[in-house]
C-alpha cells in the first residue's frame, strides 16, 4: 500500500482576487420534503457553465470555478469539497442530493459564466439539499478587466448565506488582489486551467509555463504567478520531462521569488514546500525545511484538503505521528469520500504505526467506496497475516480473486509467499514458476522466483540446491540492476541471494549499503530498507545487528516487521532459537 516518492497532491493552489462588489438577488423555490440536514457550512461547488459563444472565453468557467473553490479555502469555518472530488461526481451525472449525499455536503453552488463582448456575466445560486430551497448569491455584469473582482464578494455573500462571519484576516486575505494588471491576470487564469488538467500531457505543462511567463512579463511582481510557475517546474521535473537540476532549481527559485514578494502568500509557501517534498523525495533534511512551509500554507488555505493532505504526507514521511493524526483528520473531514487519502495518508499510516484493526478499517472504507481496486483485497489479507499470522483471509481471497492484482503484484506470487509462510516448500516448488520469472516486481520489491526456490530448498534441508538457486538469482538480479545501481530492491534482493549462498562479507556490504541509503529517509522508505537489511543479516547469521534492527523496527515504523510474521516467516529461522529472538516476541506481543 506504500510507495516510494511522497504523495502529496501535486494540484496546485491559487488564489482569485477581488476587490468590488456586485448586484445580489435573493429568490426562493418553493421547498420538497425535509431531507436529512448536514451542516450548511459544508459545501460543493459545482463546475460552473460555461454561456460564452466565443470559445477564447471558454477557459473563464473552469478558471473561476478553481478560485472559487480557492477563496473558500481560506474561511477556517467554511469546510469546500476539493475540485477533484466534485469533478467526479458531476461528470458521473445524478441529481443534487444524490451528489450531495455523495460528498456529505449541506449546501451546494452552482453557477453559470458568459462572456458578452468585453462584458463578464456570473450568476451564482446556493440549494440546500435537503429542502430544495435555492437562493441566488450573485448576478452580476461587469467588465471583462474585472474578472478576478468577482470572486471575493460571491465568497462573502456564500459565508453570509450560510451563517459565517468572517474574521478579519479571512477577509483582508480573500480582497487582496494579486496583480493590478487585468490582462496578467486572464494569462494567470489560463494557465491555471492548463495546469489543473488531470493528465499532465507534457505539452499541456509547457503550454502552462509560457501563459505564466507571458504574464510575470506583463508583472514581475505578481507573487501567486510565480508559485504557480514553480508548480509547473515541479510537474516538469517529477513527470521526468525535464529531470535536469537547473529545472529543480528553477521550481525552488520562483517559490523563492513568490515569497520574497509576497511573505504572507500560502501558495507561495506551498510552492516551497513542494520544492522540497517533491523534488528531493524524503530526504529528512529537506523533509524538515518543508515543514514550515506546508505549516503555513496550511494556516492560510485552513479548508483546503490538499493542503492538508500534503501536510499529513509530510508528517508521515518524518514520522511524526502525534501531528500526524490531526492533519489527517481534518484532510478527511474536508474530502471524507478521497479513496486515496483514506489509502495513502491514513491506512498506510495506521499500519506503519503497527495499528493493524485501524489499517484493515481504512482498507474497508476505501473498498466501500470504490469496489473496482481489487487490489485492496490482497492487501487487506496481508494485513490479516502480519496483524495476527493469520493465513486464512489470504487463502480465501486467491480462491476467489483474479489473477492479476495490479499493484499488488499476481495471485501466482501471493500464493508463492503463503507457501513459504505455511512451510510447504514442496507445493511452493509444484507451483513451478519459470526460472526467469519476477515474482514480485513493484515499489516495494524486485525479488526473482529463483529466491522463493532457494528459501524452498532450504526449508527442505537441501544446501547445495538452494545455492544453485541463490546462484542463479544473483546472476539475474546483476543482468537486470545494470544501470540502476542506486535503486534499493536490487540491493535488498542481492543481500539475500548472497546471504543464502553463504558469502557473508558480501551480503554485509549489501547490508551496509541499505543501512546508509536510509538514514536519511522518512519512515515510509526508510522501513523496507531497514526491513530488508534486517532480513539479510537474519540469513547470513548476523544475530547481533539482525536483533538490533528488528528490535529498532518493532518498536518504531515498519510494514511487515510484526511478531506474528517473525514467527511465521521461515527466513528468520537462523536466528529463531537465540533467546534473545524470543524475548523480543515476548517483549512486543501485542504490537
Do not use: C
Request: proline share 5%.
Amino acid at each position: 500500500m506504500h510507495s516510494r516518492t511522497v504523495r502529496i497532491v501535486v494540484g496546485a493552489v491559487a488564489a482569485v482576487v477581488v476587490i468590488a462588489g456586485v448586484a445580489t438577488v435573493v429568490m426562493w423555490r418553493q421547498p420538497a420534503a425535509p431531507r436529512p440536514r448536514l451542516p450548511r457550512t459544508s459545501i460543493a461547488v459545482m463546475p460552473l457553465a460555461n454561456l460564452s459563444s466565443d470559445p477564447s472565453q471558454a477557459y473563464l468557467a473552469p478558471a473561476l470555478h478553481d478560485a472559487l473553490l480557492t477563496q473558500i479555502t481560506k474561511v477556517a469555518a467554511l469546510s469546500v469539497r476539493p475540485r477533484a472530488a466534485v469533478m467526479g461526481y458531476a461528470q458521473a451525472g445524478g441529481t443534487l442530493p444524490e451528489i450531495a449525499d455523495a460528498l456529505a455536503v449541506g449546501t451546494i453552488v452552482e453557477g453559470s459564466v458568459q462572456v458578452v463582448g468585453n462584458r463578464l456575466r456570473v450568476n451564482v445560486q446556493l440549494i440546500d439539499p435537503a429542502t430544495d430551497s435555492q437562493v441566488v448569491v450573485a448576478r452580476t455584469d461587469r467588465n471583462l478587466d474585472d474578472a478576478f473582482a468577482v470572486q471575493s464578494e460571491i465568497v462573502q455573500r456564500i459565508a453570509k448565506a450560510v451563517g459565517v462571519t468572517l474574521t478579519p484576516a479571512e477577509s483582508g486575505a480573500i480582497a487582496a488582489a494579486p496583480t493590478a494588471n487585468a490582462q496578467a491576470y486572464r494569462l494567470y487564469l489560463q494557465g491555471r486551467v492548463l495546469a489543473l488538467r488531470p493528465d499532465h500531457l507534457r505539452p499541456t505543462v509547457q503550454s502552462a509555463q509560457q501563459l505564466y511567463e507571458r504574464a510575470l512579463t506583463l508583472d514581475p511582481g505578481f507573487a501567486l504567478a510565480h508559485a504557480a510557475l514553480s508548480e509547473v517546474h515541479g510537474l516538469m521535473y517529477s513527470y521526468d520531462y525535464d529531470s535536469s537540476q537547473s529545472r529543480a532549481a528553477s521550481q525552488r527559485e520562483e517559490a523563492g521569488t513568490a515569497l520574497r514578494l509576497a511573505p504572507g502568500l500560502p501558495q507561495a509557501h506551498f510552492a516551497m514546500g513542494m520544492a522540497y517534498a517533491m523534488v528531493h523525495n524524503g530526504a529528512l533534511n529537506d523533509l524538515r525545511q518543508a515543514r514550515k512551509d506546508f505549516e503555513a500554507a496550511a494556516e492560510g488555505l485552513p479548508g483546503s484538503a490538499d493542503v492538508w493532505e500534503a501536510v499529513g504526507s509530510l508528517y508521515q514521511s518524518l514520522g511524526d505521528w502525534r501531528a500526524w493524526q490531526p492533519a489527517y483528520e481534518k484532510a478527511t473531514a474536508l474530502d471524507p469520500r478521497n479513496v486515496d487519502l483514506i489509502l495513502h495518508l491514513g491506512g498506510n499510516s495506521f499500519w506503519l504505526q503497527h495499528r493493524f484493526a485501524e489499517a484493515v478499517a481504512a482498507t474497508d472504507r476505501a473498498l466501500a467506496l470504490d469496489r473496482r481496486r481489487i487490489w485492496l483485497k490482497i492487501a487487506k489479507a496481508q494485513l490479516y497475516v502480519i496483524w495476527q499470522g493469520q493465513l486464512d483471509t489470504m487463502r480465501a481471497v486467491l480462491e476467489h480473486g483474479p489473477e492479476d492484482y495490479g499493484e499488488k503484484g499476481t495471485a501466482l506470487g501471493w500464493r508463492v509467499r503463503l507457501k513459504l509462510w505455511e512451510r510447504s516448500p514442496d507445493v511452493l516448488l509444484a507451483l513451478g514458476p519459470e526460472p526467469q520469472r519476477v515474482i514480485f516486481e513493484s515499489e516495494e520489491a524486485y525479488e526473482p522466483a529463483l529466491l522463493y526456490a532457494g528459501w524452498a530448498h532450504q526449508l527442505l534441508g537441501e544446501t547445495g540446491a538452494a545455492q544453485f538457486a541463490f546462484r542463479r538469482a544473483l546472476d539475474q538480479l546483476d543482468s537486470a540492476s545494470r544501470g540502476h545501481s542506486d535503486d534499493w530492491r536490487f540491493h535488498a534482493s542481492r543481500g539475500l541471494a548472497l546471504a543464502g549462498m553463504g558469502q557473508r562479507p558480501e551480503a554485509m556490504r549489501e547490508a551496509d549499503w541499505l543501512r546508509a541509503s536510509a538514514l536519511d529517509l522518512g519512515a515510509p522508505w526508510a522501513a523496507s530498507r531497514r526491513t530488508s537489511r534486517a532480513l539479510i543479516l537474519a540469513q547470513a547469521g548476523l544475530t547481533d545487528p539482525a536483533l538490533a534492527e528488528i528490535e529498532s523496527l518493532l518498536a518504531g515504523s515498519s510494514w511487515i516487521v510484526s511478531v506474528p510474521m517473525l514467527r511465521l516467516d521461515s527466513r528468520w529461522d537462523p536466528i529463531r532459537h537465540d533467546p534473545r529472538f524470543q524475548a523480543l516476541l515476548s517483549k512486543y506481543a501485542g504490537r
